[in-house]
Structures are given as structure tokens and as C-alpha cells.
């Protein structure tokens, strides 16, 4: 507390409630709406409340989940990556290109795949921050480039086609299911929300990234490099794209140069559901996890409930856009507690 | 009284964790200029939003003109006859200072194109009547906090109203701008508009004030005649006590060795080049009007803006400076002037905003260790009596002069051996400016080298050791504390701009 020269008046909302509301208001209000998604769906739609179809929305939520994790990095410090799903293309035929060495044994392939995998990742991201704040150019505009030229590349190294034939030890790697409710593949993903959420809570370079969001002027003028942190967190969405192609390579076993299209507006769409807000500094990780939830959610909810196909976009489309506006509230909640 | 124009009956306003206003009843009379005092975060300006339709009370009345008034938006406010002019400054800063001052009523011709021709020549008829010589198709982004100050009173006078309110409007103005700006209160005085005007200068606000309001921790103390008033009232009746002498000024700190020294610093070909020093254990204070080039001089020495050409020299020895980030690894801060655009991350909590400056000594291995960033907040919170809720409450909901110690606060948690202060009690009420003055002379006797630059010419001279003087982006005299002299400075201040 502080120190003035008059005690304060009483508080009518005591610090530690007010901490207990903005949780309520940040975090738990997108979990509760996964909660009531998915007790709506367990209702309605058959088969959906089952162990089987609960795997099955783990299997598929990993590639994005990890795709949105480095994306949240990006959309904190106020940017945006376009590129990832085609970066993503790119690292599928690299990591499978190395993999399918008849040279190599199946234990130095997969080590150097994975190497190979978030070392290109890792480039484009850097080639992203580095180009749009060495010459001041939108991210969006550099991101947009980049998904060309990475998508491009992918058809190059794979010469056009798809490549298959990975060691059988990683592909049953990928068909795991650890204690038989964890997909291994999920697994990876939950590791990299919580690398993620480590990072951004813990030191001080997730301090910086917030910061940089925040007011960047602010921080260049207190003797920071904030263009570091830029380049850092398109890295890191570079490098997560590159992780998120290796769970790409587990999951369906091919390396393609047409994988990944649209990836990137799922990535943006689980951050923005989860309360990051695009104009940067506020947001949090744990809820990107829980906005790619929520949309693997509704997309296998809407299915088993019979919506078809040409429908199924439309609401998704709108609940995004709900997020957004519910964003805008919640947003002025905060304020008004904090 | 029958000529009441405003009336407050048992208005109140709280937010979480803090009581802003309480049961606060208040009559303001037709034609009359009122003033409001009271420590940081005493209320005021939140008087002022209620009346401006930006927040709502929770409980009272209020009426103007004798009907019930409850704005429900600032755009309600405005139609009602009320203007005014934020303690916090609301331009957009990438639109002309002529778009600016007209956007809500652009001059337009046929098919909604607009006028330019009018917009301009209508922008430099208002700029000139507050003395602002600039060219008003200049984007504001480019301006001083203080020029920025005058486009926003420029822009409440382009309106007829009724009331005019004006929150802590001289915070960074110089003598001539104040004088100026008097002269316009009187002169809508003379025309019968209502006048609410906030300031911390207590001296200045018996030459245009009848009455005075006195707020304290969101209560009013009291409503008086200023007649018959003399500063010492004013601050009893603001901190409930008196207070010392506010310059104490300490003779037994004396500088020493030069700690920075800048000879030829040149921003661009244009303005010429200036050199000066500064001691350890010096505080060497900066004068000049608004647009002198002052701020600018500041930041091209830090490496906030590029610089054409100079010598820095730090004890002795030069280094190049050409990011902030040099100039903190070298020893310096800059503490800036624009506290909401260059020093805040308004967001972000209290402690965040003060750890920023050196995260290293609040973490190991790149953790943050939280426990002794949350004590080393605390410390400098109750050192500077920032109030605020707790130290995790975002800077945004803090009142103006409680953000300006949060700047000055992450500066001092930095303690380098060189400070440049901006306008470091920008908006900074009497009490806490004084536990400042303070600070800085004790920061001084540990051997610091301080460049004070303030727009509040006595704050100057009870400070200084030695007070440089720009005029015109050039530096036109040294006046040693001996010599202290308010017509002095002020004349060599005018002295390149009266020239032929
Ligand atoms: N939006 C808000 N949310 C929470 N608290 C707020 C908000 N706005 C103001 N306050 C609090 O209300 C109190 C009064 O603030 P106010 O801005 O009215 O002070 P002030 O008298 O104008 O001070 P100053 O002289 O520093 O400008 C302060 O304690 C401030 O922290
Ligand atoms: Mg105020």
C-alpha cells in the first residue's frame, strides 16, 4: 500500500477482489465459454461427449495450437505473421526431405529433421521481424511476402509433389497415445503453451514483450532495443511454425508443399478468441490454448450435429467475430477495475 | 445566489478501490472564474469528466442553467455549451494542427470536400490568438507538449460556450504563454462566459480567480473568496497543514568535477550548435519559452533523435551516443516531458512501469524475481507518495501529477550518475514537489550531475546551481545562482526572438 500524507478512503472494492474479477473477467470468461460450447454440444449433438471423439479433438487441435502459441508472441508486441501456414508447407518438405535419407538411420534422420524443421522455421520468422523493422514496414505487408516466397521455396525443394515414406518409429511415434487419453501429438502442443506461458510470466524477456506492445517509444526512451524484441517474437513464430510442421509430419505422415493453407487466419483466430488483443501489450497464452479449443470445438460440434459443410464456416466466422466485440467489453471492465 | 450557472448537490464517484469524489456540493455563479485546488488525486479532474460526460456520477445532482444535467457523452457536453481543455492532451497526432483544431467542424465545400483554403486561414487567426507561431498545416506529432497545450485551449476558444473549464493548462507553459492566455480569461471574462480553472502554480491563480475551491481526498474542504487569500492559505487548506519554505535551498553541495560535457551538438544544418556542462553534484537548470529548443536539444544529446554532429564527453572521456540505449549504458536518463506518449506504458501496472528502466536488478538469470520488484516499487511509491491503489493498479487510472512521479520514479530506480529532467513536476502538486526538491538535492550530495529543464521559471531559480537560457535554439546566456534574476532570464530568453 502506499503512503500518503491522509490514510485512503475506504475501498469499496479491496485489491485482492478487484485481482479475483480481472481473472474472472481476463481468463475465466473464455474458459467458461469453452465450458458452455462444449457442454451445448454434449447435449445436442450425438457421439460428441465420447472418448473417442475427446481424442480425436486433441489430435487435431495440436498443429494449431502450436502455429498460435509463437503467433501470440507476435500479436503481443502490436505485429502480425501471415507467413506461418506456408512456412509451415516449407518445413514439412525440408523436415521430410531430410527424414527420408537412405543414408541416415531412423534416430539421427528424425534428430536432424526436427533440427532442420525449426531451423527454417526459425530464418523466415527472423527474415520477418528483420526486414519490417529494419526498414519500418508493416508486418502485415512483410508476413504477406513472406507467405508467398515460403510457399514458393516448399515447391521447390519438394520439386512439387508430396513426399511420403517416414520411419516407421516416427510415424508410430505420432499415432501414440500416452496412458491412452494423452495423443503424443497433444502433448507436444500442451509443452509449447507452457514453454510459452513460462516465458511471458516469468522473465524478463516476456516483460519486454509486453512492454514493447504496450508503448514502444516508451521503451526505446528508457534505453531498450525494441526492435530486438520484435525480431525475437517473429522468430519465435517462425520457429513455432517449424515445430508445429513436425506435428504436421507426425500426424499425417507426408511432407507437402500445399500443407498448411488458411493455417495462419486459425492461428490468429485462436490468439484473438483466447483475449489477446491485436493492438498488443494485452493477451495471454493460456487463453490462446483455450481459443483453439474452442474453435476445434465448434468445427467437430457443428459436424456431428449436421450442419454441412458451407454452413459450418459461417459460424465460426461469426463467433470470431463475437469474440472480438466481447473483447471491446471486456476490455472496459478491466479498466474500470483495475 | 439567482445567477447560479452550475450546481452540484452530494455528487460522488468511486472506483474500484478508490473514493475519487464524495457527497461534493458546489455552486458556480454566472460569469465567474472558479478555481479548483487540491493535492494529486484529490478529484478535480474527475469533477471535470463528470462535467464533461466522460464518466457519471454515482450518486448527486447536477444542473446547468438551472436544468438537470447529466451528459451521457463528451459530444453531450459540448452541445450543452460546456468546453474543455483535458489535463491530458487529446490530439491526433498524425492530422494537421489546423485539422485538428477544426474536426469537428471542417470547413467543406460542394460534394464534402474540404475547404482548405479556410481551414487553414481560420487555423491561423486561432493559433495566433494564443501565440502559437507555427505553420498550421504542421502534423501535430512534431510539436512540444507545450505547443500541443496551446492548440488544445486554441481549439476549446474556435467555440462559443458558456463554460469553459481548463484542466492544469499552464503545467507547461512559460511566462509569455501564461500572460497571453490571462489575457484571453479576461477578455471572455469581460464577455460573461464561466470559467473553471485547475492548476497546481498557486501563485498564478489570484491574477484571474473570484473564488476557490479546495478539494482533499475526494471531499470538499471548503469554498472561499480568493480575496483576502495568500498561498500559505491555499496550501493549509489543500494538505491540512503548512509547509516549509519550498526552496530550502542546500549552499553546502558543492559541484565538482564535470560529469557531461556537450560541445557543438548540432541537430540538423539548420539550428546552430550549442554547448554546456554540467558537475557532479551540480544541478544545473535549463530556461527558455516554449519551442526554444530546449526539448529537442535533450533528446538529440540522449540519442532519442538523430544529431548531426557534437562531442559528448562524460567524465572526460567522449562517447558516442546514438540510441537511448547508449546514453543509459553511459550513465544518463531523460526523464521526457510527455509523460502519456514517451514515459508511460499506460497499460501496464505501476511496478512494471518503474521496473523497466533496469529489470536486471529485479531478476536472476533472466527471472524475474517478483517479491523484490514488488518491494523496490513499494519504496519508491511511498518515497514519492505516488497514490494509487496498490502498486499493481495500471498507470492509465492514476491522476496526472501521480503518473508524472511514476516517470520520475523509473528513473530513479535506474540511478544513473547523470539525470536530464524534463518537466519533472509537470502537474506535480506543492506537497509532493517539494519531497522532490528534496530528492534531487539529496541525489545532487551524492554527487549526481542534474539538468533540470522546467517551464516554471521560480521552481529554476530555487533549485539551480546555474541556470542556462536558450532562445531560439540557441544557448544566449549563463546566469550563476548569485546573479538569479526573473527579468534577467526572462530577457535573454526573448533576446534572438525580439531581434530584427
Ligand atoms: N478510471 C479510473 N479508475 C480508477 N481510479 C481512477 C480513475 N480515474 C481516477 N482515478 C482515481 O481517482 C482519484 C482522483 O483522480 P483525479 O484524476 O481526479 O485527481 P486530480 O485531483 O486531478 O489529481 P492531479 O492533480 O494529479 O491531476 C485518484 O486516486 C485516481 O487514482
Ligand atoms: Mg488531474
Not at chain 1, 458452455?36 to 445436442?44: D, E, K, P, Q
Not at chain 1, 507437402?256 to 488458411?262: H, L, M, T
Not at chain 2, 476549446?156 to 481548463?166: N, Q
Request: aromatic letters at 6%; a neutral charge; glycine letters at 10%.
Amino acid at each position: 500500500m502506499t503512503e500518503t500524507s491522509e490514510p485512503l478512503v475506504s475501498a469499496p472494492v479491496s485489491p485482492g477482489r478487484a485481482k479475483f474479477l480481472r481473472f474472472l473477467i481476463r481468463d475465466a470468461g473464455v474458459l467458461l465459454a469453452l465450458v458452455l460450447i462444449t457442454l451445448f454440444f454434449s447435449v445436442t449433438a450425438p457421439y460428441f461427449a465420447t472418448p473417442d471423439n475427446a481424442l480425436k479433438i486433441f489430435v487435431q487441435i495440436a498443429i494449431n495450437t502450436v502455429l498460435a502459441a509463437g503467433m501470440t508472441f507476435v500479436i503481443l508486441t502490436g505485429g502480425i505473421d501471415l507467413s506461418v501456414g506456408s512456412v509451415l508447407a516449407l518445413c514439412t518438405v525440408v523436415g521430410a526431405t531430410v527424414m527420408i535419407d537412405e543414408d541416415l538411420s531412423p534416430a539421427v534422420a528424425i534428430t536432424l529433421a526436427l533440427l532442420a524443421c525449426m531451423a527454417t522455421g526459425a530464418i523466415c520468422g527472423f527474415l520477418n521481424g528483420w526486414i519490417s523493422t529494419r526498414w519500418k514496414i508493416p508486418s502485415f505487408i512483410v508476413t504477406l511476402g513472406m507467405l508467398n516466397m515460403a510457399a514458393g521455396a516448399a515447391r521447390v525443394v519438394s520439386d512439387n509433389s508430396t513426399i511420403t515414406g517416414l520411419p516407421q518409429s516416427f510415424v508410430d511415434f505420432g499415432n501414440l497415445i500416452i496412458g491412452g487419453f494423452l495423443p503424443s501429438i497433444f502433448l507436444v502442443a500442451v509443452l509449447v503453451i507452457a514453454a510459452g506461458w513460462f516465458v511471458l510470466r516469468f522473465t524478463v524477456f516476456g516483460r519486454m514483450i509486453f512492454a514493447v506492445g504496450t508503448n514502444d517509444e516508451a521503451v526505446r526512451l528508457s534505453g531498450h532495443n525494441p526492435d530486438f524484441y520484435k525480431v525475437a517474437a517473429f522468430t519465435i513464430s517462425g520457429l513455432t511454425a517449424g515445430i508445429a510442421a513436425m506435428v504436421y509430419l507426425l500426424r499425417l505422415n507426408i511432407g507437402s508443399p500445399i500443407a498448411g493453407v488458411g493455417y495462419e487466419l486459425n492461428a490468429i483466430a485462436a490468439v484473438i478468441i483466447g483475449g489477446t488483443s491485436l493492438s498488443g501489450g494485452k493477451g495471454s497464452i493460456i487463453g490462446t490454448l483455450v481459443g483453439a479449443c474452442i474453435l476445434q470445438v465448434l468445427s467437430t460440434g457443428l459436424q456431428l450435429l449436421g450442419v454441412g459443410d458451407n454452413f459450418k464456416p459461417i459460424v465460426i466466422g461469426l463467433v470470431i467475430v463475437l469474440a472480438v466485440i466481447l473483447d471491446a467489453y471486456r476490455e472496459r471492465l478491466l479498466r474500470k477495475i483495475r | 445566489m439567482d445567477d447560479v450557472i452550475l450546481s452540484l448537490e452530494g455528487v460522488g464517484k468511486t472506483f474500484p478501490g478508490v473514493v475519487a469524489l464524495s457527497d461534493v456540493s458546489l455552486s458556480i455563479a454566472h460569469g465567474e472564474t472558479h478555481i479548483v485546488l487540491g493535492e494529486n488525486g484529490a478529484g478535480k479532474s474527475t469533477l471535470i469528466k463528470l462535467l464533461a460526460g466522460i464518466y457519471q456520477p454515482d450518486s448527486g445532482l447536477i444542473a446547468f442553467n438551472g436544468q438537470p444535467y447529466q451528459p451521457k457523452t463528451p459530444h453531450d457536453a459540448q452541445q450543452s455549451g460546456i468546453r474543455i481543455v483535458h489535463q491530458e492532451l487529446n490530439l491526433l497526432p498524425y492530422l494537421s494542427i489546423a485539422e485538428n483544431l477544426m474536426l469537428e467542424n471542417l470547413p467543406r465545400r460542394a460534394f464534402g470536400i474540404v475547404d482548405r483554403k479556410a481551414l487553414n486561414s481560420r487555423a491561423v487567426a486561432l493559433l495566433k490568438e494564443v501565440g502559437l507561431d507555427v505553420d498550421p498545416r504542421t502534423r501535430v506529432e512534431a510539436l512540444g507538449v507545450a505547443q500541443m497545450q496551446l492548440v488544445e485551449i486554441a481549439k476549446a476558444l474556435s467555440y462559443d460556450s458558456k463554460l469553459l473549464v481548463l484542466d492544469e493548462p499552464t503545467a507547461t507553459l512559460t511566462p509569455p504563454e501564461i500572460e497571453r492566455l490571462f489575457s484571453i480569461i479576461k477578455r471572455l471574462k469581460a464577455r460573461g462566459v464561466t470559467i473553471i480553472y485547475i492548476s497546481h502554480r498557486l501563485h498564478e491563480v489570484f491574477e484571474i480567480g473570484d473564488r476557490v475551491t479546495v478539494l482533499r481526498n475526494g471531499r470538499l474542504v471548503a469554498t472561499r473568496d480568493l480575496k483576502g487569500l495568500a498561498v500559505p492559505d491555499l496550501v493549509r487548506m489543500m494538505i491540512g497543514r503548512d509547509i516549509a519554505d519550498e526552496y530550502s535551498f542546500d549552499d553546502t553541495i558543492v559541484p565538482g568535477k564535470v560529469a557531461l560535457s556537450v560541445a557543438g551538438l548540432k541537430r540538423d544544418a539548420a539550428t546552430p550548435a550549442i554547448s554546456f556542462d554540467v558537475r557532479h553534484g551540480e544541478i544545473l537548470g535549463v530556461a527558455g519559452l516554449v519551442g526554444s529548443g530546449r526539448t529537442e536539444a535533450m533528446r538529440a544529446l540522449f540519442g532519442a533523435d538523430a544529431k548531426l554532429d557534437g562531442v559528448i564527453e562524460i567524465d572526460g572521456k567522449p562517447v558516442a551516443i546514438t540510441a537511448p540505449k547508449d546514453a543509459v549504458r553511459h550513465g544518463l536518463s531523460l526523464l521526457t516531458e510527455d509523460r502519456k506518449g514517451q514515459g508511460l506504458l499506460l497499460d501496464l501496472a505501476v511496478d512494471k512501469n518503474i521496473t523497466i528502466t533496469d529489470l536486471g536488478k529485479v531478476s536472476r538469470n533472466g527471472l524475474i524475481n517478483r517479491r523484490a520488484e514488488a518491494a523496490a516499487a513499494n519504496d519508491l511509491v511511498g518515497q514519492l507518495r505516488v497514490k494509487a491503489s496498490s502498486i499493481e493498479q495500471a498507470v492509465r487510472n492514476l491522476s496526472g501529477g501521480n503518473q508524472q512521479k511514476v516517470v520520475l520514479a523509473k528513473w530513479l530506480f535506474r540511478g544513473t550518475s547523470t539525470l536530464i529532467l524534463d518537466e519533472p513536476t509537470r502537474g506535480v502538486d506543492i506537497g509532493a514537489r517539494r519531497e522532490i526538491y528534496q530528492l534531487l538535492w539529496m541525489l545532487a550530495a551524492q554527487q549526481k550531475g542534474i539538468i533540470m529543464v522546467s517551464s516554471d521559471l521560480p521552481e529554476l531559480m530555487g533549485m539551480c546551481h546555474r541556470i542556462i537560457v536558450f532562445s531560439k535554439n540557441r544557448i544566449v546566456g549563463e546566469v550563476p545562482r548569485a546573479e538569479f534574476d526573473q527579468e534577467r532570464i526572462l530577457s535573454l530568453a526573448y533576446q534572438e526572438y525580439v531581434r530584427p
